[in-house]
């Protein structure tokens, strides 16, 4: 007999064989209609998912209600295009259309060069498949007849993944719906009518398993959504997503570049973006200071054996640069990370527990081999530099600074306005062996975290899988202003790095005995190159006062007011902001077009009047004009904006001057 226990906590005895479809039948028919996938023991199945024939199962329904039903509808979805695309072009090779975020998408091997021309012809024969509502049907066979099926059905990727990667797999299954059938693990949607309003997105180039050296196919990217009102609401955060595109802004506004005869994934900061990095960086390391952290410098290269002695190499080899064999035979690497290095500071000599903690901070940057088809403007890229530190602690040690670290990472996230997060903690996954050191160091570790958030009190969650190779781990998953998700800020802690079978590090306790330290890994802004990027996205390249390159502007009315205009310039820069100017014989409304364009804070408009009086026009970027005030109050406001790092809504804040009020694949 199998017993399955809802969420409510009730719970229902069961004849096998039984399926959520049945358990949703056993409570009401409306259920039963509205079912569209279930939840058993936390794993997303299909209604037709079989049932343990004894013991407990945790069981809930899914409706259009639930979020994780989104994306069970979408890979379903996904195989009605997949079915379209096949219905309009002949010899179509499928390859893999699993869910992302946002959407889903299908790779797919063809002649015809699909383009957004081929978008409404696709979307009409989706939306045929769907009125006929037909029934998403589980096929299960062995794995010698999925084989022979894929190979009457001419999908020779479907044959190639089986034959190279479901090796233990003994029983595979397909979906069929009409005449259409994909080898897939499921879980689908009953039938295609639960399908509510799709868009199709975009098409780009896709190499069959990431692989570089293999064929590029076409993939064709999508969305879906329960009703209409969703889709156009993700349609318009997607034209927002385009029109804050740090590619374009970082372009646009001189920030930084990309070249070829440099390398790919290689950024070049333009004066403006670097003393906007510079300020940051500035920032950071007040933040340091203030925290008793110590700065240390290190190379961008060592020594192969150092970083197999970490366990780095060959763990991540795929993701480093090649080895440099020096004319001695001495292998070196560039720098992939720079933890290794700071080890190396503190076993540089012997180590008392009156030192610690030891705090080591350096903006180090590392390198990593990124395939080009992942590398992404500012934020996926293959040199980049780390706000990072180390901390050298005893064990009682801990969990203070590991909340000491928490703290100012919430601090610098705060400080940029950047205040919806989520703390996502990154534990070890059991089944994997991708992790070094002993299970109890883990167990130790994973547990600590926990009780360092909870003291702390912010809100959580665990992702087994998420840990770093060497320990568990607290990243930061920052959502903007148009709500996407940035991995941002993290905090790991290790037991491992420091132990015998890596660096053996040691301190002499007060007992006058070898002790060994723990190491806490951590960098609140991540890498600086990911951090401007998203800022960038974030701001919509309209920067806060204390960030923006160019501060204030000080426009003439006409050439009369050069000489006070360029008086009041030099108070402005004698008080220590970033001011241009702009006394060109244009008219005024050229030179506020201008200057709007480029998203300059501040416009400070001088003419006849303002120098008999000594006064300034203040024009705010957010608020528009404010009026005529001294020169010394604007100077004052300014400068106060910046100390305070006022962050201000660009929908009307007023704070300012102008203050007047899944992957479903196999």
């Known amino acids: 007999m199998l017993k399955v226990r809802l969420p409510d906590g009730t719970e229902k005895e069961l004849t096998p064989p039984t399926t959520p479809r049945d358990v949703a039948a056993s409570i009401g028919p409306g259920l039963a209609k509205a079912a569209l996938a279930a939840i058993v023991d936390g794993n997303v199945v299909g209604l037709d998912h079989v049932l343990p024939s004894e013991g407990t199962v945790e069981l809930s329904i899914l409706t259009k209600k639930n979020e994780p039903a989104l994306g069970v509808m979408r890979h379903s979805c996904a195989h009605i295009m997949a079915r379209a695309v096949m219905r309009l072009h002949e010899g179509v090779r499928l390859a893999f259309g699993p869910t992302v975020e946002g959407g889903f998408y299908y790779d797919f091997d063809l002649d015809h060069s699909l383009s957004e021309e081929d978008f409404p012809a696709i979307e009409a024969e989706m939306a045929k498949i769907i009125k006929l509502d037909e029934a998403f049907e589980r096929i299960e066979e062995t794995r010698d007849k999925a084989l022979q099926i894929c190979r009457d059905l001419e999908q020779s990727y479907k044959v190639e993944h089986i034959e190279g990667g479901l090796d233990e797999h003994a029983t595979l299954s397909f979906y069929r719906q009409g005449e259409f059938i994909d080898l897939c693990r499921g879980p689908h949607v009953p039938s295609a009518g639960a399908i509510g309003a799709f868009k199709l997105l975009s098409v780009a180039g896709a190499y069959w398993k990431g692989d570089q050296s293999r064929k590029q196919l076409q993939r064709l990217y999508a969305t879906a959504f329960f009703n209409k009102q969703d889709l156009e609401e993700h349609l318009q955060r997607i034209e927002e997503a385009k029109r804050r595109d740090h590619r374009v802004l970082g372009k646009q506004l001189d920030l930084f570049s990309i070249s070829q005869e440099v390398g790919s994934g290689l950024i070049l900061w333009q004066p403006k973006g670097a003393l906007i990095r510079g300020i940051l960086e500035s920032f950071v390391r007040e933040e340091l200071t203030r925290r008793g952290y110590k700065t240390v410098y290190t190379p961008n290269i060592g020594r192969v054996s150092l970083y197999e002695t970490s366990g780095h190499y060959p763990y991540y080899a795929d993701s480093m640069f090649a080895k440099i064999i020096e004319r001695d035979q001495e292998e070196y690497l560039l720098k992939p990370m720079n933890c290794p290095h700071h080890i190396m500071i503190y076993k540089s000599r012997p180590r008392s527990y009156r030192e610690l903690p030891l705090r080591l901070a350096e903006f180090g940057t590392v390198y990593r081999y990124e395939k080009s088809g992942e590398l992404s403007g500012m934020t996926r890229v293959r040199g980049f530099t780390q706000d990072d530190a180390h901390i050298f602690c005893t064990d009682e040690q801990v969990a203070n600074e590991f909340k000491g670290c928490i703290e100012m990472t919430q601090y610098v996230l705060d400080c940029l306005g950047l205040e919806n997060y989520r703390v996502r903690l990154g534990f070890r996954d059991p089944a994997s062996d991708k992790y070094v050191g002993d299970e109890s160091n883990w167990q130790r570790a994973q547990e600590e975290l926990v009780a360092v958030c909870e003291d702390i009190g912010i809100e959580f969650t665990v992702e087994e899988g998420e840990a770093a190779f060497y320990g568990p781990k607290a990243d930061f998953v920052v959502s903007d202003c148009i709500g996407r998700e940035w991995q941002l800020g993290t905090v790991q802690l290790d037991y491992n790095l420091p132990s015998d079978e890596r ?54 009315v006409s050439e009369k007011s050069e000489e006070y205009g360029r008086n009041v310039e030099q108070e402005l820069q004698s008080a220590g902001l970033r001011v241009d100017s702009d006394y060109r014989s244009e008219k005024l409304g050229a030179k506020i077009r201008d200057a709007q364009l480029e998203l300059i804070p501040y416009m400070l408009v001088v003419g006849p009047r303002d120098a008999e009086n000594g ?52």
Do not use: C
């Not at 100390?643 to 704070?655: E, F, L, M, S």
């Open 615 to 666: 006064t300034v026009s203040v024009r705010d970027r957010i608020d528009g004009d404010v009026g005529a005030i001294k020169i010394d109050e604007a100077i004052a406001k300014l400068k106060a904006e910046v100390a305070d790092k006022t962050v201000r809504k660009t929908y009307g804040g007023n704070a300012g001057l102008g203050e007047r009020g899944a992957d479903n694949e196999y």
């Open 503 to 556: 660096f053996g590090l040691e301190y002499v306790g007060a007992d006058n005995t070898p002790h060994r330290p723990v190491m806490i890994h951590r960098a609140p802004l991540g890498s600086m190159e990911r951090f401007m990027g998203v800022l960038i996205e974030h701001f919509a390249g309209a920067f806060p006062l204390w960030l923006a390159p160019e501060q204030v502007r000080v426009l003439t």
